[in-house]
């Protein structure tokens, strides 16, 4: 069965600090792998996503992933949260060639200013 | 350029009445379609999808059913309510064939009373 794990249910940081979230997904294979945003009271926005090639992502505001294939990870990562990150983060995956996509359970994110 | 829309935003049901979510695509043809409920602690989960017309596929046994009457229109029924089934539910389309990212509408707040 397909799954995607997010291990950090909640992260508290300051301003400035640095942020990776962690995400794992479980099948081999070819897969697409997304992160997606979800800010209080709007609905969710994709951040970044991978296909093929490169495998360091750029993002939107600042955010970027790394696709390790070995660890079948792909890690979000920004070097300075802002207050206004504070957000719900989720990583999800498709299999290539299938439809379905699938989502993990969420990370919280509270940036204190 | 693609919309999606999904309502109502807000709806208060007694048990044991009937369900009936809608949600619609502009600007694309052939959608991949998706039913999720996101429930906090435990993220999106995938209840429903769709590659096509009458074409349904179901992730997890429920009180609920889908159905997808249009290309671009995707319902999501039950047809006597459960406590259990109160949550947030939102549906998603995607670009069919290649696979692209996931594009939310704004989601159903569904309480049972």
């Known amino acids: 069965a397909q799954s995607v794990s997010q291990h950090n249910h909640h992260v508290i940081l300051s301003e400035a600090a640095s942020l990776e979230l962690g995400c794992n997904y479980s099948?081999?294979?070819?897969?697409?792998l997304f992160w997606y945003v979800q800010y209080p009271g709007q609905h969710l926005q994709l951040l970044l996503k991978?296909?093929?090639?490169?495998?360091l992502v750029k993002g939107i505001k600042g955010f970027e992933a790394e696709f390790i294939k070995s660890k079948f990870s792909f890690n979000l990562r920004k070097p300075s949260v802002q207050w206004s990150d504070t957000a719900e983060y989720f990583c999800?995956?498709?299999?290539?060639?299938?439809?379905?996509?699938?989502f993990g359970t969420g990370t919280k994110l509270q940036v204190i200013p | 350029s693609q919309t999606i829309h999904q309502w109502p935003a807000t709806l208060v049901q007694p048990v044991g009445s009937p369900l009936s979510l809608e949600c619609t695509v502009e600007?694309?043809?052939?959608?991949?379609l998706y039913w999720y409920r996101q429930a906090a602690g435990r993220g999106l989960q995938l209840l429903f999808y769709?590659?096509?017309?009458?074409?349904i596929s179901s992730e997890v046994p429920q009180n609920l059913s889908a159905s997808r009457p249009q290309d671009r229109q995707f319902i999501l029924s039950s047809k006597k309510l459960l406590l259990s089934d109160s949550g947030f539910y939102l549906c998603?389309?995607?670009?069919?064939?290649?696979?692209?990212?996931?594009?939310f509408g704004q989601g159903t707040r569904l309480t049972v009373v």
């Open positions: 991978y296909f093929s090639g490169d495998p």
């Open positions: 099948y081999g294979g070819t897969v697409n």
């Open positions: 999800a995956a498709r299999r290539g060639g299938y439809q379905k996509v699938t």
């Open positions: 600007g694309t043809s052939n959608p991949n």
């Open positions: 998603a389309w995607s670009v069919a064939g290649i696979g692209t990212e996931a594009f």
């Open positions: 769709s590659v096509g017309i009458g074409q």
